[in-house]
């Protein structure tokens, strides 16, 4: 045991004799060895004892509350406070750092591309062949990236063309054609802004738990109320997340009697769209959780070796 999750709703937290005591309304009381605890993490509100966090901090143990519909009400106490504070100011040097930013903006659109070309490659669309080659292309020309503003070019261009690739794929009647937010003009356009919101959330949620700053980003800029580097975190996600709304779309299971255009503009997801919605996303999301559950660790494992290696 290293990390325990509690994924319970109503759970009451105590300290007793070097172990946590966790008390459910309809389970008997349960206990475990402090010992064995590196990380305690709620994935709902609890009640806790100040006691209790005195042990964690004392022993060395993080506790983390995550909140599942507001992630902004989530927060950590990281009882490695030094380790906190290094995590912290060497993603500020890196944020602040061009080469810096640029070796780990490449680094996430290297992925990004490899992913799409890989989903493209299981549509079985014979047609698919020229986009993944047109991506393989782009991700030879990485290695000759020298600024951040090329790089975004790239970027761009490589998504502008994939959107344009599953448009020629959608029933015309979706009135699909590029990709566009703030309002989102069409049903496309609307499940696609809601499942990034989705996967934003979660990776501000794991970048919490590996102990990172949310919005010190590195290819998305430090920007008032944007959690930077979680959108950093998705970014090598979204052609995963994209395949699954055009599949929702292609397969039928959403459409547009789902959707409704209110006289303020944009398309809104109908009461029985969210319901088909969420009973479709209930898997593909245990598989965005698992990637930028292991994307996060990647970014935590790679800031404390940085931060080892200059104490040394």
Same mark, same amino acid.
């Given at each position: 045991?290293?990390?325990?999750?509690?994924?319970?709703?109503?759970?009451?937290?105590?300290?007793?004799?070097?172990?946590?005591?966790?008390?459910?309304?309809?389970?008997?009381?349960?206990?475990?060895?402090?010992?064995?605890?590196?990380?305690?993490?709620?994935?709902?509100?609890?009640?806790?004892?100040?006691?209790?966090?005195?042990?964690?901090?004392?022993?060395?143990?993080?506790?983390?509350?995550?909140?599942?519909?507001?992630?902004?009400?989530?927060?950590?106490?990281?009882?490695?406070?030094?380790?906190?504070?290094?995590?912290?100011?060497?993603?500020?040097?890196?944020?602040?750092?061009?080469?810096?930013?640029?070796?780990?903006?490449?680094?996430?659109?290297?992925?990004?591309?490899?992913?799409?070309?890989?989903?493209?490659?299981?549509?079985?669309?014979?047609?698919?062949?020229?986009?993944?080659?047109?991506?393989?292309?782009?991700?030879?020309?990485?290695?000759?990236?020298?600024?951040?503003?090329?790089?975004?070019?790239?970027?761009? /261009?490589?998504?502008?063309?994939?959107?344009?690739?599953?448009?020629?794929?959608?029933?015309?009647?979706?009135?699909?054609?590029?990709?566009?937010?703030?309002?989102?003009?069409?049903?496309?356009?609307?499940?696609?802004?809601?499942?990034?919101?989705?996967?934003?959330?979660?990776?501000?949620?794991?970048?919490?738990? /590996?102990?990172?700053?949310?919005?010190?980003?590195?290819?998305?800029?430090?920007?008032?109320?944007?959690? /930077?580097?979680?959108?950093?975190?998705?970014?090598?996600?979204?052609?995963?997340?994209?395949?699954?709304?055009?599949?929702?779309?292609?397969?039928?299971?959403?459409?547009?009697?789902?959707?409704?255009?209110?006289?303020?503009?944009?398309?809104?997801?109908?009461?029985?769209?969210?319901?088909?919605?969420?009973?479709?996303?209930?898997?593909?999301?245990?598989?965005?959780?698992?990637?930028?559950?292991?994307?996060?660790?990647?970014?935590?494992?790679?800031?404390? /070796?940085?931060?080892?290696?200059?104490?040394?």
């Amino acid at each position: 045991m290293s990390r325990v999750i509690l994924d319970r709703r109503q759970l009451a937290l105590e300290y007793v004799t070097d172990c946590l005591l966790i008390r459910s309304p309809d389970q008997p009381p349960r206990t475990l060895p402090l010992s064995r605890i590196k990380q305690l993490v709620c994935l709902h509100s609890v009640q806790v004892t100040t006691q209790l966090i005195g042990q964690l901090m004392k022993r060395g143990i993080d506790f983390i509350v995550v909140n599942q519909r507001h992630v902004e009400h989530g927060f950590s106490l990281f009882a490695d406070q030094q380790r906190d504070a290094s995590r912290r100011s060497l993603q500020y040097q890196w944020q602040s750092d061009e080469r810096a930013r640029l070796a780990w903006s490449t680094r996430w659109v290297r992925h990004k591309l490899k992913v799409g070309c890989q989903v493209l490659k299981e549509t079985d669309e014979a047609d698919s062949q020229q986009l993944r080659e047109s991506l393989g292309r782009g991700l030879e020309r990485l290695a000759g990236v020298t600024a951040e503003a090329e790089l975004r070019g790239m970027e761009g /261009a490589a998504q502008k063309a994939v959107f344009a690739w599953w448009r020629k794929r959608l029933p015309g009647s979706l009135g699909f054609v590029q990709r566009q937010r703030r309002p989102p003009p069409d049903p496309v356009n609307a499940v696609l802004s809601l499942s990034y919101v989705l996967a934003h959330d979660e990776a501000v949620r794991q970048l919490k738990v /590996a102990g990172l700053d949310p919005q010190l980003g590195l290819y998305h800029r430090l920007v008032s109320g944007r959690q /930077a580097l979680a959108c950093d975190l998705i970014e090598p996600l979204r052609p995963v997340i994209e395949a699954w709304v055009m599949g929702l779309f292609l397969d039928g299971y959403l459409d547009r009697r789902h959707f409704s255009m209110p006289k303020s503009g944009g398309c809104l997801l109908g009461k029985q769209g969210r319901l088909a919605y969420y009973e479709a996303l209930e898997t593909p999301q245990r598989l965005w959780r698992k990637r930028l559950t292991g994307y996060a660790r990647v970014l935590a494992g790679a800031v404390d /070796a940085t931060t080892a290696g200059m104490q040394q």
